[in-house]
């Protein structure tokens, strides 16, 4: 069974910074895309940041345009765990960010994944920034 679990979320005010974590177990953590997404009130799920690694010290890191110099997305293999470092936050920001991952043939390409690709899902940890 797999099993995906974020936290790190909270209440925060703009300017500061947070970092989420994500436990991923149950299959080989490190052939895995890992994937941040979040979801605002009233609006869709987007996509966030997502990283895989290639092999020795190579990784593929993709980053949505609107957190891009601000987050940073990272991984520890050997502790199966994904981070998403969130700094300057912004009201905007506000959302509950959901964890994913995914073992499919797709995940060593150097794209992006659409969140239907992602196998499993985190339960989503809520993160809040004050203006």
């Known amino acids: 069974q797999v099993q995906v679990v974020e936290s790190g979320g909270g209440l925060v005010q703009a300017g500061d910074s947070l970092r989420l974590s994500c436990t991923a177990s149950?299959?080989?953590?490190?052939?895995?895309?890992m994937g941040w997404f979040r979801q605002a009130p009233d609006k869709e799920r987007e996509f966030v940041a997502a990283?895989?690694?290639?092999?020795?010290?190579?990784?593929?890191?993709d980053y949505a345009d609107s957190v891009k110099g601000r987050f940073t997305i990272s991984r520890d293999n050997a502790k199966n765990t994904a981070y998403l470092q969130m700094n300057s936050l912004k009201p905007e920001d506000t959302a509950v960010y959901y964890c994913?991952?995914?073992?499919?043939?797709?995940?060593?390409?150097?794209?992006?994944?659409?969140?239907?690709?992602?196998?499993?899902w985190g339960q989503g940890t809520q993160v809040t920034v004050s203006s």
């Open positions: 990283i895989s690694w290639l092999g020795g010290s190579t990784y593929y890191a």
């Open positions: 994913a991952a995914d073992w499919g043939p797709r995940n060593t390409g150097l794209i992006r994944l659409q969140a239907a690709e992602y196998d499993y």
């Open positions: 149950g299959r080989t953590f490190s052939s895995a895309r």
